[in-house]
């Protein structure tokens, strides 16, 4: 166990805790002497510290600049002093100053150790001793691209048999993270080697729910390759979990209904009981109203799909999700992130829109016919847009079929629009030669500044 040592701790400027380490650093800094010689490890890391914290621009409001630039100057020996204590740290004593580095200090310690590169005066046999302890924090190491290379094989031969590596390798390469992954993997471990990494981590009895079904939704890549048998053993292994724990759990429920009828407005809200909730919409507006642009419209100011400026609203907004759906779940690199408020838009106009389709079919009029008349008549009519084509899928076919041609009717829609913006025209020829897949980030558009910002809410002023 590794030992306490309540010192001096930098974690931000942000952190709560700057004013009582301030204090703390003013006192060391008055009675600090370059030239003690330091014994324990934990004073010479507490004495990092207290210089990044100075060197952070952070002070006590009772400092003036006066005392700021007094404490800067005498932090400035500092350095020497982590200089001097690390440079003695070699085979022989190795295991025993590793070992006595205080949990909060572990991080710091390995940042100095790469720093003034003590690895040069540690054998890889002696490291690989340190790192084979099953207590040893590997992510930390890790963390460190310059450790990481020079002790590659020893660092390789511990993540081939550590039960930490299979959650580094998932973190690293499967997880989704707001800022990019820290770690760095040896090039002496082949990505080929993570499958059965992962594979005896399935098969374990240690496997965390979160980990499992990020494997068995997950997509295979170059750099952590996935094959679809490991990602089958995902999926039962999660079956399996949840026949042997049953929820017990308390039960939220909610539900949202959809309902055409004879009513004097055309659009109402009631709530039932047990949070339910009934929307009915005028089914004589709808009935009334069969001309090709109302049938367009309504899909944004009855069904509210639009905003004002026509951008869906059926997307997922972060800014939507509750505190437990943005911190509890484990989301892979390229999940779609979503909550309940997406799932119960997502459920709404899936009603929505396969009640109104019923409806419009049974007057004939089918929504696929509405859909080409836009890009076809009303965008060369309204715009001067010409050539766009739409072919939608034919009356008779099977719902698969209708979402695999809509899907590929969607992709040309956006390479007819690129090629428009880009050229002016559509070229038939040369659209029907184009292989290349589009992306919505790639598009580009008649308005160059199309978007404003808050400055202020981006915290630039």
Same mark, same amino acid.
């Given at each position: 166990?590794?030992?306490?040592?309540?010192?001096?701790?930098?974690?931000?400027?942000?952190?709560?805790?700057?004013?009582?380490?301030?204090?703390?650093?003013?006192?060391?800094?008055?009675?600090?002497?370059?030239?003690?010689?330091?014994?324990?490890?934990?004073?010479?890391?507490?004495?990092?510290?207290?210089?990044?914290?100075?060197?952070?621009?952070?002070?006590?409001? &009772?400092?003036?600049?006066?005392?700021?630039?007094?404490?800067?100057?005498?932090?400035?020996?500092?350095?020497?002093?982590?200089?001097?204590?690390?440079?003695?740290?070699?085979?022989?004593?190795?295991?025993?100053?590793?070992?006595?580095?205080?949990?909060?200090?572990?991080?710091?310690?390995?940042?100095?150790?790469?720093?003034?590169? =003590?690895?040069? @005066?540690?054998?890889?046999?002696?490291?690989?001793?340190?790192?084979?302890?099953?207590? #040893?924090?590997?992510?930390?190491?890790?963390?460190? &691209?310059?450790?990481?290379?020079?002790?590659?094989?020893?660092?390789?031969?511990?993540?081939?048999?550590?039960?930490?590596?299979?959650?580094?390798?998932?973190?690293?390469?499967?997880?989704? +993270?707001?800022?990019?992954?820290?770690? +760095?993997?040896?090039? &002496?471990?082949?990505?080929?080697?993570?499958?059965?990494?992962?594979?005896?981590?399935?098969?374990?009895?240690?496997?965390?729910?979160?980990?499992?079904?990020?494997?068995?939704?997950?997509?295979?890549?170059?750099?952590?390759?996935?094959?679809?048998?490991?990602?089958?053993?995902?999926?039962?292994?999660?079956?399996?979990?949840?026949?042997? +724990?049953?929820?017990?759990?308390?039960? =939220?429920?909610?539900?949202?209904?959809?309902?055409?009828?004879?009513?004097?407005?055309?659009?109402?809200?009631?709530?039932?009981?047990?949070?339910?909730?009934?929307?009915?919409?005028?089914?004589?507006?709808?009935?009334?109203?069969?001309?090709?642009?109302?049938?367009?419209?309504?899909?944004?100011?009855?069904?509210?799909?639009?905003?004002?400026?026509?951008?869906?609203?059926?997307?997922?907004?972060?800014?939507?999700?509750?505190?437990?759906?943005?911190?509890?779940?484990?989301?892979?690199?390229?999940?779609?992130? @979503?909550?309940?408020?997406?799932? =119960?838009?997502?459920?709404?106009?899936?009603?929505?829109?396969?009640?109104?389709?019923?409806?419009?079919?049974?007057?004939?009029?089918?929504?696929?016919?509405?859909?080409?008349?836009?890009?076809?008549?009303?965008?060369?009519?309204?715009?001067?847009?010409?050539?766009?084509?739409?072919?939608?899928?034919?009356?008779?076919?099977?719902?698969?079929?209708?979402?695999? #041609?809509?899907?590929?009717?969607?992709?040309?829609?956006? @390479?007819?629009?690129?090629?428009?913006?880009?050229?002016?025209?559509?070229?038939?020829?040369?659209?029907?030669?184009?292989?290349? +897949? #589009?992306?919505?980030?790639?598009?580009?558009?008649?308005?160059?500044?199309?978007?404003?910002?808050?400055?202020?809410?981006?915290?630039?002023?």
């Amino acid at each position: 166990m590794r030992p306490e040592y309540d010192g001096v701790k930098f974690y931000s400027v942000q952190d709560w805790s700057i004013g009582e380490n301030l204090e703390k650093s003013a006192k060391i800094l008055e009675s600090f002497n370059e030239n003690e010689d330091y014994a324990d490890i934990n004073k010479v890391i507490e004495l990092y510290n207290v210089q990044q914290l100075i060197n952070s621009g952070a002070y006590l409001r &009772e400092w003036d600049e006066d005392i700021i630039d007094h404490y800067k100057k005498l932090s400035v020996p500092l350095t020497k002093v982590l200089g001097k204590f690390f440079g003695k740290i070699n085979d022989e004593n190795f295991q025993l100053i590793t070992r006595s580095v205080s949990i909060g200090y572990v991080e710091d310690y390995w940042r100095l150790f790469v720093k003034f590169k =003590v690895y040069k @005066k540690v054998s890889g046999e002696m490291f690989a001793a340190y790192i084979n302890d099953p207590k #040893t924090t590997l992510w930390i190491l890790l963390q460190q &691209e310059e450790l990481v290379k020079y002790y590659g094989q020893e660092l390789a031969n511990v993540l081939r048999i550590s039960e930490q590596t299979p959650r580094l390798v998932i973190s690293k390469f499967l997880e989704r +993270h707001d800022q990019e992954s820290p770690y +760095h993997f040896p090039k &002496e471990l082949n990505p080929t080697e993570y499958e059965g990494i992962l594979q005896n981590y399935i098969n374990s009895d240690t496997a965390n729910l979160n980990h499992l079904q990020l494997l068995a939704r997950t997509q295979s890549s170059g750099e952590c390759p996935i094959s679809d048998k490991l990602r089958l053993c995902a999926k039962r292994a999660c079956d399996s979990y949840w026949e042997k +724990h049953p929820f017990t759990g308390v039960h =939220v429920g909610y539900g949202i209904g959809v309902e055409f009828a004879d009513v004097s407005e055309i659009k109402s809200v009631k709530r039932l009981e047990n949070n339910d909730f009934k929307i009915t919409y005028d089914v004589k507006w709808f009935l009334e109203n069969l001309d090709y642009p109302t049938i367009l419209n309504n899909f944004r100011y009855i069904f509210e799909q639009f905003d004002d400026c026509w951008r869906s609203s059926l997307v997922s907004v972060k800014s939507q999700l509750g505190i437990f759906e943005r911190t509890l779940f484990v989301r892979g690199v390229k999940d779609y992130i @979503k909550g309940n408020n997406f799932d =119960v838009v997502d459920n709404l106009s899936t009603m929505q829109v396969r009640g109104y389709y019923d409806i419009l079919k049974h007057n004939g009029v089918r929504l696929e016919n509405v859909l080409k008349w836009f890009f076809e008549e009303y965008l060369s009519q309204e715009f001067g847009a010409n050539g766009f084509r739409f072919n939608p899928p034919s009356e008779g076919t099977t719902l698969v079929e209708k979402c695999r #041609t809509i899907a590929s009717e969607m992709d040309g829609v956006l @390479k007819q629009f690129r090629m428009y913006v880009q050229d002016g025209e559509i070229d038939r020829e040369l659209f029907e030669m184009s292989s290349e +897949h #589009t992306i919505f980030s790639n598009l580009s558009g008649f308005v160059k500044d199309k978007y404003a910002y808050d400055c202020f809410l981006l915290g630039t002023l």
